[in-house]
């Protein structure tokens, strides 16, 4: 079956049967490469990496302008690490060499002083490093590198099987004559703009379509932010909660909600000054200053301490995280400020199929986001600055009362931090996304998913699973949880209340990656809009927030149904909502994407199809440990020195 949306769109209008959508336009330039990754955040990146070192001809898009997703265009440029994995210096080696050069570049070994990390940056910093790296990956591997900020992909074509993608539409941006210049305006005001072909007062458009050289095999990356092309191409996936099981026995909800997905978060950046600036309370403020909030005591009392949480910049080394100095830049992402949380169908940011159905967008893409969502969290972020330098109100903490701290400048321009006018990031910081569903394979009858009882660390012998479960999820959740002793519960050999669970984290043999961080959540809100008055966050969401053991990633969650040249890297593999809160942070983005990548020029070099490396499982294939190999060669680590199914005793 063909599914090329603009083929169907092309036919009907030749019926005229088509008034709403506009005829496509002529393609103005045809992109041949070997492997097409779609986003240009972290794990776009390390698949282009990677790609590259292996000589692969290889073209990226992205939306915005920068490279790197969470560390550049979304702001968030403190990397997120365990102290384990940090002090043992087990980590993808374009991650190491990208954190390495951050420290270099600074000279210093703790860049920002920040307190949530040891490695916080100007966000354009990262962008610059990153490009680097891929202008020195194309010349040391002999690849060929071809890069397309402000892309969208529009559709994709399949061939009459479905199975193959044959080519895919893009439409990129720039300035129309006499317009503003990129990043002028906020996203909620371009996104629309920037799917649609037709040239505007703001934009003019190049319409570009990618497709594999004339050998006709080529890899196709699903990288972006939100899982786009898994609804483009209409492939399973899962948004939101997942039902309470004793695969997700922690989760909230006893039915599925697509609609509570994690918080995202339009970041800002905002300087210490020795004087107030003025400042100027935005219209829409009185709606907004409600909700904002310190989160607990210590941090109202002492509140430099939210300023150097994020410091991405700091005047004098060393620093101490209580102390801010004047010429201090400081990065905000907090909670009970910019955290933007909707989380029912009125007001859900990434939209479910059945509203992308309703709203047309499965056949007239147009990103696949709730525009007044965005918008709301453009002001919840503008409002929550104003809030901090003159409210006097929090929402969460009594005592002590909120002070004014106007000693504070919002970065805004071109040439700050963000790279924007208004000072927003040029794009929210994306918690989570649409999760792919895998193939069935033995022992996921459903399809593949990496589910919380595969990473936590969560005592499950706890009261409250014990009578929130069924008792056959519950008998179900300690054998799964039993590892060596698994058969012995089976056969009732020994008492529920008597079994030693497992202390270590699922084994993949088919592992490609590694990954730590906690479970870490940021729930969506219970009422419409997220700042109405009195609201709460989601209740439960958290019962799921605990530490985690090492885990791997396994291609099987990287491997969609039905589309053979299809890899997903990212937050978009396929995992649950519990799950995913781990599987997100910045060396599993990279970890990630160094698989695809490798795994990409690997199936091309030959001649098979990524399904087929894991089809044959528990059994690996010598084709699948030839691929591990080369990761582990290229120190792309697979695994964590200590993993061992006999090892009962996991190091954090």
């Known amino acids: 079956m063909n599914r090329s949306v603009w083929a169907i769109v092309t036919a009907l209008w030749s019926l005229g049967n ?37 000589g692969r001809e290889v073209c990226m898009t992205e939306l915005t302008d920068w490279w790197g997703g969470q560390i550049s265009s979304q702001g968030t440029s403190a990397l997120d690490e365990t102290v384990g994995q940090r002090t043992r210096g087990i980590f993808p080696r374009g991650y190491a060499q990208f954190r390495q050069r951050l420290i270099e570049v600074s000279g210093r070994d703790r860049p920002g002083d920040c307190w949530v990390s040891l490695v916080c940056f100007l966000p354009q910093q990262g962008h610059t490093l ?4 891929l202008k020195t990956a194309e010349a040391e591997g002999k690849g060929k590198l071809h890069l397309f900020p402000n892309t969208v992909v529009k559709s994709l074509e399949t061939n009459p099987e479905g199975d193959l993608v044959t080519s895919v539409r893009g439409i990129q941006h720039q300035p129309a004559p006499g317009a503003p210049p990129l990043n002028t305006y906020p996203l909620s005001q371009t996104l629309a703009d920037s799917y649609t072909e037709e040239d505007s007062d703001r934009f003019t458009k190049t319409i570009l379509q990618f497709q594999p050289p004339a050998t006709g095999q080529w890899i196709v990356v699903e990288a972006t932010e939100t899982g786009e092309l898994l609804a483009l191409a209409d492939l399973p996936y899962r948004l939101g909660i997942d039902p309470r099981s004793h695969l997700e026995p922690s989760s909230s909800s006893e039915q599925a909600d697509p609609y509570c997905t994690q918080a995202s978060t339009y970041t800002f950046a905002m300087e210490a000054t020795a004087t107030p600036p003025v400042h100027q309370p935005p219209a ?8 904002y909030s310190f989160d607990k005591p210590r941090y109202a009392k002492t509140s430099n301490l939210v300023f150097s949480y994020r410091r991405i910049f700091s005047v004098k080394p060393g620093t101490a995280d209580a102390e801010v100095n004047v010429g201090d830049i400081s990065m905000q992402n907090w909670g009970g400020g910019n955290d933007y949380g909707p989380g029912t169908a009125q007001d859900n940011l990434i939209l479910t199929r059945d509203q992308l159905q309703a709203d047309g967008q499965l056949q007239d893409w147009q990103g696949g986001l709730r525009i007044a969502s965005l918008q709301g969290g453009e002001e919840l972020a503008q409002g929550y600055f104003y809030w901090l330098v003159a409210g006097t109100t929090d929402s969460k903490v009594a005592a002590p009362p909120k002070q004014p701290w106007p000693n504070l400048k919002y970065l805004k321009g071109l040439d700050s931090p963000m790279g924007t006018a208004h000072g927003l990031s040029k794009f929210p910081y994306m918690r989570e996304s649409r999760r792919l569903i895998g193939r069935y394979s033995y022992g996921y009858p459903q399809g593949f998913v990496i589910t919380e009882t595969d990473v936590s660390k969560q005592d499950f012998r706890l009261p409250y699973y014990r009578n929130t479960l069924s008792g056959t999820d519950y008998r179900n959740l300690i054998t799964r949880m039993a590892g060596l002793k698994t058969l012995d519960v089976i056969l009732d050999r020994v008492p529920l209340a008597e079994v030693e669970l497992r202390t270590r984290s699922r084994i993949y043999p088919d592992s ?3 990954g730590h961080y906690p479970i870490d959540f940021h729930p969506c809100m219970q009422l419409s809009p997220p700042q109405a008055p009195g609201n709460q966050e989601r209740p439960g969401e958290r019962q799921g927030a605990t530490q985690t053991y090492p885990y791997q990633i396994p291609l099987r969650a990287m491997i969609p149904q039905r589309i053979n040249n299809l890899l997903v890297t990212g937050k978009s593999i396929a995992t649950s909502h519990i799950s995913a809160a781990t599987y997100r942070v910045h060396s599993f983005e990279w970890s990630s994407g160094a698989a695809a990548g490798t795994t990409a020029a690997f199936v091309l070099n030959q001649g098979v199809l990524p ?6 499982l528990p059994r690996r294939s010598p084709q699948l440990e030839k691929l591990q190999a080369i990761l582990n060669r290229n120190q792309n680590p697979t695994a964590f020195p200590y993993m061992s199914i006999f090892n009962l005793n996991w190091k954090n």
């Open 512 to 514: 490609v990656g590694i």
């Open 18 to 54: 088509v008034s709403a959508l506009a005829a496509p336009r002529p393609i103005d330039r045809m992109v041949n490469c070997d492997i097409l990754v779609v986003g240009g955040g972290l794990a776009g990146v390390a698949t282009t990496y990677e790609a590259l070192m292996a």
């Open 130 to 133: 990153l490009l680097d790296m």
């Open 611 to 616: 399904y087929q490396l894991v089809e044959n």
């Open 284 to 291: 829409f403020y009185p709606e907004y200053e409600p909700f």
